[in-house]
C-alpha cells in the first residue's frame, strides 16, 4: 500500500537547495501560505513561480528573507535611497529597507486552478496597477471589503444560498 502522506519541510530546511537552483537559473514552484497577498493570491489554492531577480522593480513581487529569517512574499510598491519599499497586497503597512541581498528571486508566472499566468498577462497588470494605485487608501478599502464579504455570506446563510 502506498503511503500518499504529505511531509511538511520548512523553507529553512530547503533554502540552500532553492537558492542555488534560482541563482543557477532554475525555476522554483512555491505554495502560497498565509493572507498577506490576497486578494491575487490565496493560500491552499494558488503558486507561484520563482526565478532569479535580475533588476527588481516597483510593480515585481519579490520571494525575500527578512534578518529576522522570514521568508517572505510581497510586492515592491517604491524604491528610495535605503533600498526597496515593499507591501502585501492583504496590508496596507510599508517595509522599508529591504536590499538586493534579501532577495531570492521574483515571481515570473502565477498557477491558479491548473491555469498559468505570466507578469505580463494584460489583466494582472491592470490589476497590479489598480491595486498599487489604492495603497492610499488601503487602510479603508480592505476593511470595508471584509465587513461587505461577511454580511453577503450571512445574508446568504440565512436565506439558505449557502449552508453552514
Not at 76 to 103: P, T
Request: hydrophobic residues 40%; aromatic residues 10%.
Amino acid at each position: 500500500m502506498k503511503n500518499t502522506q504529505k511531509k511538511k519541510i520548512s523553507l529553512k530546511e530547503i533554502y540552500p537547495d532553492i537558492k542555488e537552483k534560482i541563482d543557477n537559473g532554475g525555476t522554483v514552484k512555491l505554495p502560497i501560505t498565509g493572507i498577506s497577498m490576497r486578494p491575487l493570491l490565496v493560500w491552499g489554492r494558488d503558486t507561484v513561480d520563482i526565478v532569479k531577480c535580475e533588476k527588481a522593480q516597483k510593480g515585481d513581487i519579490i520571494f525575500y528573507l527578512r534578518d529576522n529569517g522570514q521568508f517572505v512574499l510581497h510586492r515592491i510598491v517604491g524604491v528610495n535611497d535605503k533600498g526597496y519599499i515593499l507591501c502585501g497586497d492583504n496590508q496596507w503597512v510599508l517595509e522599508y529597507g529591504i536590499q538586493d541581498r534579501h532577495i531570492i528571486g521574483v515571481v515570473n508566472s502565477i498557477t491558479r486552478k491548473g491555469k498559468v499566468f505570466g507578469m505580463n498577462n494584460v489583466i494582472y497588470r491592470i490589476y497590479s496597477s489598480l491595486w498599487m494605485g489604492i495603497l492610499p487608501i488601503r487602510k479603508f478599502v480592505l476593511p470595508f471589503i471584509r465587513k461587505t464579504k461577511e454580511f453577503v455570506y450571512k445574508i446568504c446563510v440565512k436565506i439558505g444560498i449557502i449552508k453552514k
